[in-house]
């Protein structure tokens, strides 16, 4: 089966950028979407299509691309930036997430 | 708004059936794909399935192919979630999420609020 791997975890200093790789075979021919996950509230969508940023979300989160791995990049991260982030890409009909990553704002 | 609000928590005795709901509203319920995941406590998002409910076609996670069913009810804009022969393994928060509605890619917005089912005897 199809698999997408994170970093269990990443941690950054407040005001710093801050990257996320994910990574998986012949990930360049699929759509990648990244998801932001707080304790005991739902998934939220923040770059759909490899780097499309839905409306409501702040600029400073942003989607890339190259070659099999697909990175989420927070620049200037912020204190409520701190969640499990998970990037998810569709493979023969189906849905699949990475692990997660947490991140951790020090 | 668009909102997608589920129904409340469960709990169920192993080897029985749980069915969560997931109203839809703000958007014409037939247009978008609705999609079921899942997350235990202290792991990952884990897909479960997609249905279109204006065809009704379906598509499962090889994991729950035969024991779960994606219905929906258009006359009330509801999608539903059955998983039978439930096990311990299966408690976990369950969400329904939209798809995203601009083409390929679109990826899941919104969710909804996440019906926790626990199963314990």
């Known amino acids: 089966s199809y698999e997408l791997t994170q970093p269990p975890s990443v941690s950054v200093s407040p005001g710093q950028t801050v990257s996320i790789s994910c990574s998986g075979d012949?990930?360049?021919?699929?759509?990648v979407c990244w998801y932001q996950k707080k304790p005991g509230q739902s998934p939220v969508v923040v770059i759909s299509?490899?780097?499309r940023r839905p409306s409501g979300i702040p600029e400073r989160f942003s989607g890339s691309k190259s070659g099999n791995t697909a990175t989420l990049t927070i620049s200037g991260t912020q204190a409520m930036d701190e969640a499990d982030y998970y990037c998810?890409?569709?493979?023969?009909?189906?849905?699949?997430f990475g692990g997660g990553t947490k991140l951790t704002v020090l | 708004q668009v909102q997608l609000v589920q129904s409340g928590a469960e709990v169920k005795k192993p080897g029985a059936s749980v069915k969560v709901s997931c109203k839809a509203s703000?958007?014409?319920?037939?247009?978008?794909?609705i999609n079921w995941v899942r997350q235990a406590t202290g792991r990952g998002l884990e897909w479960v399935g997609w249905?279109?409910?204006?065809?009704?076609?379906?598509a499962y996670a090889q994991k729950f192919q035969g024991r779960v069913t994606m219905t929906r009810d258009t006359s009330i804009s509801t999608a539903y979630m059955e998983l039978s022969s439930l096990k311990s393994e299966d408690t976990a928060v369950y969400y329904c999420?939209?798809?995203?509605?601009?083409?390929?890619?679109?990826?899941?917005?919104?969710w909804g609020q996440g019906t926790l089912v626990t199963v314990s005897s």
């Open positions: 999420a939209r798809d995203g509605g601009y083409g390929p890619g679109s990826g899941f917005d919104p």
């Open positions: 703000g958007y014409t319920f037939t247009s978008y794909d």
């Open positions: 249905m279109n409910p204006n065809s009704g076609h379906t």
């Open positions: 012949k990930l360049g021919n699929k759509y």
């Open positions: 299509q490899n780097t």
């Open positions: 998810q890409a569709w493979d023969s009909g189906t849905v699949v």
